[in-house]
């Protein structure tokens, strides 16, 4: 009996580490889908009268991302933005631009990046896990 429980004991902590960590991954990917939102929602909707720069759209956008993320466990984190094919780095302070609105592509996005580490390192091949979350919202609403 007490090499069965040898045995079995390892991998039912294994087991019960593995889905708590997978639950704690799965919060921070909800986390992160909630920020992309928040930050598209701010830098598609805001500044569409041309009140805001552009510089500005970007730094409330940016703002909006880290106050989503707030009592999170998310603490480092990078933010891209633009207008059209959802690819680059940084932001863009030039997507739905309201002064020439028909030359901006008509939707912006927000790609929130965060690199999960995982916990008990010695279980696991892995190191970190890295979680991506895009939002994308037509310019103007």
């Not at 930050?39 to 909006?64: C, E, I, K, P």
């Not at 998310?74 to 020439?100: D, H, I, L």
């Not at 995982?118 to 190191?127: A, C, E, G, N, S």
């Amino acid at each position: 009996m007490v090499l069965e429980f040898g045995v079995v004991f390892p991998l039912v902590v294994v087991v019960i580490t593995a889905i708590a960590w997978f639950g704690v991954a799965y919060t921070t990917q909800l986390s992160l889908d909630q920020a992309a939102r928040e930050g598209v929602r701010v830098y598609a909707l805001t500044g569409m009268d041309g009140s805001l720069t552009g510089a500005q759209r970007v730094t409330n956008t940016q703002n909006a991302v880290a106050t989503a993320l707030a009592g999170t466990r998310v603490q480092t984190y990078s933010v891209s933005c633009g207008a059209g094919s959802t690819s680059g780095s940084g932001c863009s302070p030039n997507a739905c631009n309201p002064a020439n609105p028909g030359a901006t592509p008509p939707q912006a996005w927000v790609r929130v990046q965060h690199s999960f580490d995982v916990p008990f390192k010695r279980l696991w091949p892995i190191d970190a896990v890295a979680l991506n979350s895009r939002a994308v919202l037509r310019c103007g609403g």
